[in-house]
């Protein structure tokens, strides 16, 4: 069966500080792979999508970054973070166009 | 850009009641589809729906979609206090589902007081 992995769980980071978010999935191959952003009591923002080694879409210009440099690793990236990108990181994947995405735990960033 | 739109944000029932939450997006749809989400905890795929469908079931679940009005419904019949959650529908579309991308709404949080 496949399962979806993301750490850590929760993050305390200071402002201006690097960010490394990973996700790893199992039991599937070549995945589409998206990371959303939930701010509090609101709906998800894709961040970014990637179908396929090496090959990231951003969706919304800002300080993040995502690499995939293994076909079931997913990694989202800051080299300095702003209090705005606070929030609830999620991680999901796909088998491909109009299916389901089964999402990670998520990872909950506060930047302080 | 938002595409779906919940209604209502919140909702509170009684258990054993029904509950129904509505959905109305704004470009052609292929697919639309229903996630639950507990707080504080990833999203689970409920149901998914096709442009070329109108009305789909699974256990408690009941969905439809009428693509003349752009809109969605979900049934969740004879509730539970375990159905206690936020709701949110998601739409993938022609014009933006290269990857499979998938828009979601700001979701309905549904209590369901026993």
């Known amino acids: 069966s496949q399962t979806i992995h993301q750490w850590p769980a929760t993050l305390v980071q200071p402002v201006g500080s690097p960010l490394s978010l990973e996700c790893t999935v199992e039991g599937t191959s070549n995945p589409n792979l998206y990371w959303y952003r939930q701010a509090a009591g609101r709906g998800l923002q894709l961040l970014f999508y990637?179908?396929?080694?090496?090959?990231i879409s951003s969706e919304v210009p800002q300080n993040l970054s995502a690499s995939r440099p293994q076909d079931r690793q997913f990694i989202l990236s800051s080299k300095k973070l702003l209090l705005s990108d606070s929030g609830f990181y999620l991680c999901a994947w796909a088998t491909g166009e109009l299916h389901e995405q089964y999402f990670g735990p998520g990872t909950r960033l506060t930047v302080t | 850009s938002q595409q779906g739109e919940e209604d209502p944000q919140a909702l509170s029932i009684q258990e054993g009641e029904n509950a129904t939450m509505n959905c109305s997006y704004k470009t052609s749809i292929n697919n639309l589809q229903w996630y639950r989400q507990n707080s504080g905890r990833g999203l689970v795929h409920l149901i998914l729906i096709r442009s070329n469908e109108r009305e789909k079931h699974s256990g408690r679940l009941r969905v439809t979609l009428d693509t003349s009005k752009k809109s969605s419904s979900l049934l969740i019949t004879a509730s539970r206090a375990a159905d206690t959650a936020s709701y949110f529908c998601?739409?993938?579309?022609?014009?933006?589902?290269?990857?499979?991308?998938?828009?979601f709404g700001q979701g309905t949080e549904l209590s369901v007081k026993p």
């Open positions: 998601a739409t993938g579309s022609p014009t933006y589902n290269q990857g499979g991308k998938l828009i």
């Open positions: 990637s179908v396929g080694i090496g090959q």
